[in-house]
């Protein structure tokens, strides 16, 4: 038996190489995902190690079944609309999206019918055409680049979702890592107990820190730190249903007019909340969609669905409570692996 390590930027890179090596005879023996030495996991480059193998005498192929006359479509029931609609029905029993369920099995379907493989067939092979169509689905953006400063980001999302924790991590990472100029503004001036956090944060990295509280104080911070190389803003935990405190917000953030700003969602959240926060928070116009807690749950369908929801690529994921370890830059494949790992 031969056995081969590989290493991809996805699963999909790395299952392509020991195809082009082994062919599909190859067994998968282990997948991990790795970092690259002298790397960290937010703007490193993560890796998919695939261990595999190939026995010397490849397997021998079971005989095909007998048809009954009915040709193709008689002799591979699997590869129907039958098939389809009960993938479909076991991707929304996870949580997905009915109209996303609905397109990503259609496309596994049609995959399925432009193979001739039968190590394509049942349920493993189902699974990995269905995770395919998934990361296919899920828009990436690469981690902030700020090499043309200054650069603002807000984190503007619900209530108890993890913000003030991400963008801790954020400013920790780019400033003792990538050594980058950072300052921190806090306008969460309803909960005391987050300003006194993010203060204590931005003392230990040595960042400059201002909490505002209005507009005229939000312009004022922001000018302030313009010689900076990165400003991260921090937002009250505004519930999607209080539309005094989305007012404020909305106030507070026209006096920051060059910060892009980033949607904050828990992929423990319910499907009918994260459909009421999406469609209240879209209008304060978010640029991208940061999924936290993704540790928290064992099937991460939520990050795929905030994603489809809010129409914005994905820039952040956070998987853990230390700072600044847990967080990183999404790995669509990883992820849908992970989803589809639930179906039954």
């Known amino acids: 038996m031969q056995v081969r390590r590989y290493v991809g930027r996805t699963m999909t890179d790395a299952v392509a190489q020991v195809r082009a090596d082994f062919g599909r005879d190859a067994v998968?023996?282990?997948?991990?995902?790795?970092?690259?030495?002298?790397?960290?996991?937010?703007?490193?480059?993560?890796?998919?190690?695939?261990?595999?193998?190939?026995?010397?005498?490849?397997?021998?192929?079971?005989?095909?079944?007998?048809t009954t006359g009915a040709g193709e479509a008689g002799a591979r029931p699997a590869r129907g609309q039958g098939a389809a609609a009960l993938w479909r029905d076991k991707l929304i029993a996870l949580g997905l999206l009915p109209a996303e369920a609905e397109a990503v099995a259609r496309a596994a379907t049609l995959a399925a019918a432009g193979s001739s493989s039968?190590?394509?067939?049942?349920?493993?092979?189902?699974?990995?055409?269905?995770?395919?169509?998934?990361?296919?689905?899920?828009?990436?953006?690469?981690?902030?680049q700020v090499d043309c400063p200054p650069c603002y980001h807000v984190l503007i999302g619900p209530t108890g979702v993890g913000k003030t924790t991400t963008l801790a991590k954020l400013a920790a990472n780019y400033a003792l890592v990538l050594k980058k100029r950072v300052g921190l503004i806090a306008a969460d001036t309803y909960r005391i107990g987050a300003v006194d956090q993010l203060r204590e944060y931005a003392g230990l990295i040595g960042a400059p820190f201002q909490v505002v509280h209005d507009a005229p104080s939000m312009r004022s911070?922001?000018?302030?730190?313009?010689?900076?190389?990165?400003?991260?803003i921090d937002t009250m935990g505004t519930s999607h249903r209080d539309?005094?405190?989305?007012?404020?917000?909305?106030?507070?953030?026209?006096?920051?007019?060059?910060?892009?700003?980033?949607?904050?969602?828990?992929?423990?959240?319910?499907?009918?909340?994260?459909?009421?926060?999406?469609?209240?928070?879209?209008a304060l116009g978010?640029?991208?969609?940061?999924?936290?807690?993704?540790?928290?749950?064992?099937?991460?369908?939520?990050?795929?669905?905030?994603?489809?929801?809010?129409?914005?690529?994905?820039?952040?994921?956070?998987?853990?409570q230390s700072v600044p370890e847990d967080i990183e830059a999404p790995q669509p494949m990883a992820i849908a692996e992970a989803i589809v790992a639930g179906l039954l």
């Open 28 to 66: 998968i023996l282990q997948t991990r995902r790795v970092r690259e030495p002298g790397l960290w996991g937010l703007l490193g480059r993560r890796r998919v190690e695939v261990l595999a193998a190939l026995e010397t005498a490849p397997r021998r192929r079971s005989a095909p079944a007998e």
């Open 118 to 144: 039968q190590d394509e067939e049942g349920a493993q092979g189902w699974k990995g055409r269905l995770a395919r169509q998934l990361a296919a689905r899920m828009p990436t953006v690469e981690p902030w």
């Open 221 to 232: 911070a922001v000018e302030q730190m313009a010689d900076l190389d990165l400003v991260l």
């Open 243 to 282: 539309g005094e405190r989305l007012s404020h917000l909305q106030e507070l953030l026209s006096a920051a007019p060059g910060a892009e700003r980033h949607l904050v969602l828990s992929a423990t959240t319910r499907l009918p909340d994260l459909q009421d926060a999406v469609a209240r928070f879209s």
């Open 286 to 320: 978010p640029a991208t969609v940061i999924v936290t807690k993704v540790d928290e749950t064992t099937c991460p369908v939520t990050v795929f669905n905030a994603t489809r929801l809010a129409k914005r690529p994905l820039s952040f994921i956070t998987t853990g």
